[in-house]
Nanobody
Framework: QVQLVESGGGLVQAGGSLRLSCAAS????????MGWYRQAPGKQRELVAV???????NYADSVKGRFTISRDNAKNTVLLQMNSLKPEDTAVYYC?????????WGRGTQVTVSS
């Protein structure tokens, strides 16, 4: 079993920054992908950013140039630095870990951006 715990969400004004952190624990093997999705009220969960074990990254077009994902394999953590935040970034942000054949999810952390 794998557990994911997110932290770092909160309320910020438009143009501000937040950093999300996700710590994984439990039966973790090497070679897993990690990342972040988000879900706004009334919308489907969507990709924000993912990172491979070798630190290759992929971002949603809406966050490119503003968000940066990184990972620390020794600590089994993944970070999401969010800059130039916009009201449309308001959502619950979920951490995920892909360890074939399973995908594990955290419980989510709320990010609210006020205009």
């Amino acid at each position: 079993q794998v557990q994911l715990v997110e932290s770092g969400g909160g309320l910020v004004q438009a143009g501000g920054s937040l950093r999300l952190s996700c710590a994984a624990s439990g039966s973790i093997s090497s070679g897993n992908g990690m990342g972040w999705y988000r879900q706004a009220p009334g919308k489907q969960r969507e990709l924000v950013a993912v990172i491979t074990p070798g630190s290759r990254t992929n971002y949603a077009d809406s966050v490119k140039g503003r968000f940066t994902i990184s990972r620390d394999n020794a600590k089994n953590t993944v970070l999401l630095q969010m800059n130039s935040l916009k009201p449309e970034d308001t959502a619950v942000y979920y951490c995920l870990l892909r360890q074939n054949p399973y995908t594990y999810w955290g419980r989510g952390t709320q990010v609210t951006v006020s205009s």
